[in-house]
């Protein structure tokens, strides 16, 4: 029997029931997967410490993953929150300490970069430690992956040896958007240096996809044959996400405007290597008080636990609200930019001018739809939903 939110879930003009709708009827057909649940998928670059950026990438993935719940209770979902943590370091990001040391590091995997604060076993561990921190406050619910633990594990093994398999093809569709110096040393694989524990970006000499191996000429001029399996290589960006879109099977994954490329040249590797690519929302990029987007690497974000801690007392419906508008416009996001666009809403709700389609998406989305809080709990720290 149809529930009275199912009813009104096929109906909502909310963007996150709109983009349910299009996975259960478009993608799924109204079917369970054949993994056995629907996967949503959100990614995080631990080169820098973790923004509100980041943090709003997963609140509306669960957005949309909640408005799915309550149109086809019946199928099981996930959260996968993707760490790319085993990317090599390009830069020292302006705001860590103990710069001089790790740029001592710079092209060794996140991973593998000795940790700027002290507190855990490498870089890569500490920002995805404050990540995970800050998603487990509000009482999210999802699965953190690691791309190091994935890659050394062999959970992406099998899609590796597909690429090895489709290597020219591949390569066929990278080439074009490269400049004429990178098209001499693309390659999908970059190997990590048995010497230098670093990700060199040097040409392969050569690749057998029978004996599952690449030749490439390390840094010091030395010819190297390595494994592509094993953790021995990762993929270059938009392989990468090809590869673990197949490796997954993911359904659903949100990405910022600044990848729209990226998105349509992975969707074609991606069927190249037998997947097939996820429903994905393109939102505009949340900008800094300035207008300059919001990075990890520049600093110029609002760390996640300062925006928990200065928003705590907020009224839990606007700030709802605020996560609800729909994530295709830029958003200007700072403390005081924020209290002042929450105390606008306050003002519409309560003169009745409050946009209809979040008014309803707030009130018959049930408690715990779109809170940030956990979209379980129902509640925001310092107040009720």
């Given amino acids: 029997m149809t529930s009275e939110i199912q009813r009104w879930g096929f109906e909502a003009a909310a963007w996150p029931f709109q983009e349910a709708r299009q996975l259960l009827q478009q993608r799924l057909r109204g079917t369970v997967p054949e993994k056995g649940y629907v996967l949503f998928e959100t990614g995080y670059g631990p080169s820098g410490l973790p923004h509100i950026g980041t943090f709003a990438e997963v609140v509306r993935t669960t957005m949309v993953r909640r408005a799915f719940e309550r149109l086809a209770p019946e199928i099981p979902t996930r959260l996968f929150c993707f760490s790319d943590d085993m990317d090599g370091l390009g830069k020292v990001p302006d705001n860590i300490p103990n710069q001089d040391m790790v740029a001592q590091h710079l092209g060794k995997p996140l991973t593998s970069v000795p940790d700027p604060f002290g507190t855990h076993e490498s870089f890569g561990h500490h920002n995805n430690a404050r990540l995970r921190q800050f998603l487990d406050a509000f009482g999210f619910d999802y699965v953190f992956k690691s791309s190091t633990q994935c890659y050394r594990e062999g959970l992406f093994d099998p899609v590796l040896l597909a690429v090895l398999q489709h290597y020219n093809e591949l390569l066929n569709v990278m080439l074009p958007t490269l400049g004429p110096e990178r098209r001499t040393t693309y390659s999908p694989f970059l190997p990590v240096s048995p010497k230098t524990g670093k990700i060199p970006q040097v040409p392969i000499l050569a690749h057998d996809a029978g004996s599952d191996t690449i030749v490439f000429q390390d840094e010091d001029g030395t ?37 729209l ?10 069927r190249m290597l037998g997947g097939k690519p996820p429903n994905t929302l393109i939102y505009e990029m949340f900008l800094d008080e300035r207008g300059a987007k919001i990075s990890k690497s520049k600093g110029n974000g609002i760390a996640v636990e300062r925006c928990r801690h200065r928003l705590r007392h907020e009224r839990p419906p606007d700030l709802r609200a605020h996560w609800l508008l729909k994530p295709v416009a830029h958003r200007y996001f700072s403390i005081c930019l924020a209290r002042r666009c929450l105390s606008g809403w306050s003002y519409q709700r309560r003169t009745g001018h409050a946009p209809t389609a979040i008014t309803r998406s707030l009130r018959l989305g049930g408690r715990g739809c779109y809170t940030p809080d956990g979209f379980r709990h129902g509640s925001l720290p310092g107040g009720d939903a």
């Avoid at 673990?244 to 993911?250: E, M, N, P, S």
């Avoid at 490329?261 to 991606?270: A, K, L, N, P, Y």
């Fill in 261 to 270: 490329d990226s998105v349509q040249i992975s969707s074609r590797m991606c």
């Fill in 223 to 259: 010819t190297v044959e390595t494994s592509v399996t094993g953790g021995h290589c990762k993929l270059q960006w938009k392989c990468d996400w090809a590869m673990r879109w197949v490796a997954l099977a993911v359904d659903y994954e949100m990405a910022g405007k600044d990848l």
